[in-house]
């Protein structure tokens, strides 16, 4: 998605994979998951993946959307309320923020309830902590985890090497991860990596990372970032270094 609005816009596009969703499925924690749902008013979604994963898994199971059925819906982020919109569920609750953090007044509203959260295997903590804190009972239910891509990238290296890439775009904290193994080892430092950031968390990774933080997209989003990479491109100091 990120790669055909940016060639949309006349971008320059070299794709640099660094890693890859792996789903998982019903196993025995989603089937813990089911066996327990009752415990569970609310279900948290963090990613469009895991929702495709959770509906996945559900479906696996014999069962359907159906079984959402008088559940809260919490999604972080209108693409992840999107997924379950085309699907015809229309979520309870979705931040006006794309962080995890702008769920808790949320939460902080209501009396001590079941809260299960349906996300990446790696994730920060911050979420369950805090709603542990104000009394919830919470279990995080891994859907999928990211694994790291080995492959050949040595169009990516010469060209930051070469100074054409303008920016380098990161969607999450394991894309730069990911990123800093590909060029671990070669002529490309991480200062000299211009990047792009969807927003504060990744943002955090890059610069714990050591590159060059050129942009944080204001919408924490695909749309939002690419907009924020126009706005970049178009600013006149760019400008001129580009001519």
Known sequence: VLCS?????????IECPTIKIVQHGPGEEFREFLAESGSYEHLVFTSVN??????????????????LGGKKVICIGPATAE??????????FVPESYVAEALLPYFEKLPPAGVALLRAEKAREVLPEALVKLG??????????TEYVD?????????????????????????????????????????????ASIGPVTTQTCRDLGFNLKLEATEYTIPGLVAAMCQYIASPAVTRKRA
């Open 136 to 145: 919830h009972n919470v279990r995080v239910f891994p859907i999928y985890h």
């Open 83 to 92: 997924a379950f919109v085309k699907r015809g569920i229309t979520p309870d």
């Open 151 to 195: 492959a050949e990238n040595n169009d990516t290296i010469n060209a930051l090497a070469a100074g054409q890439v303008d920016l380098v775009t990161f969607t999450s904290s394991s894309t730069a991860e990911g990123f800093a193994r590909v060029i671990a080892g070669s002529q490309a430092a991480p200062g000299s990596i211009p990047a």
């Open 5 to 13: 609005q940016l060639r949309e816009l006349g971008a320059q596009v």
């Open 50 to 67: 895991g929702v495709e994963g959770f509906i996945e898994a559900l479906q696996k199971q014999g069962r359907d959307l159906r079984f």
